[in-house]
C-alpha cells in the first residue's frame, strides 16, 4: 500500500523559513515524480512544486518561484521542499503527492498525481 507521509509543518512569522519532508513508501512501480501542492481555506488546492525522481526535473508555481526549493533523496524516497521568505498568503495545508507519468507540461495540475499524502499545515503569520 503507498504511503505519503508529509511532516515539517508549523507556525512561523513572516520572512522565516521551513522545509518540508515527504517519505513515501510502498511503491509497486516506479514512481515518476512528487508534487506539493496546497491548499488555503475557501481556495482551490495549489499546485507549487515538482520534481521528476530520474533526471531531478522540477517545475515551479511563480508564486514561489524564488523562495522554495524542491529536492529529493532518492535512496530514502523523500522529497523535501525548502520555504524561505515566508508569507502570510503562503498559509495552506501543504500535500505531497506521487505521479506514475507524469507530462511535463501539467507538472502542477493535481488531477495528474495518484497518490496523496494526509497534509500538513503551514501557518504564516506575526
Known amino acids: 500500500q503507498v504511503q505519503l507521509v508529509e511532516s515539517g509543518g508549523g507556525s512561523v512569522q513572516p520572512g522565516e523559513s521551513l522545509r518540508l519532508s515527504c517519505a513515501g513508501s510502498g511503491f509497486r512501480s516506479e514512481y515518476d515524480a512528487i508534487g506539493w501542492f496546497r491548499q488555503a481555506p475557501g481556495k482551490e488546492r495549489e499546485g507549487i512544486a515538482c520534481?521528476?525522481?530520474?533526471?531531478?526535473?522540477?517545475y515551479y508555481a511563480d508564486s514561489v518561484k524564488g523562495r522554495f526549493t524542491i529536492s529529493k533523496d532518492n535512496a530514502k524516497d523523500t522529497v523535501y521542499l525548502q520555504m524561505n521568505s515566508l508569507k502570510p498568503e503562503d498559509t495552506a495545508v501543504y500535500y505531497c503527492?506521487?505521479?506514475?507519468?507524469?507530462?511535463?507540461?501539467?507538472?502542477?495540475?493535481?488531477?495528474?498525481?495518484?497518490?496523496w499524502g494526509q497534509g500538513t499545515q503551514v501557518t504564516v503569520s506575526l
Open positions: 503527492a506521487a505521479s506514475l507519468l507524469l507530462h511535463p507540461i501539467r507538472a502542477l495540475i493535481s488531477k495528474d498525481y495518484d497518490y
Open positions: 520534481i521528476r525522481k530520474r533526471d531531478g526535473t522540477t
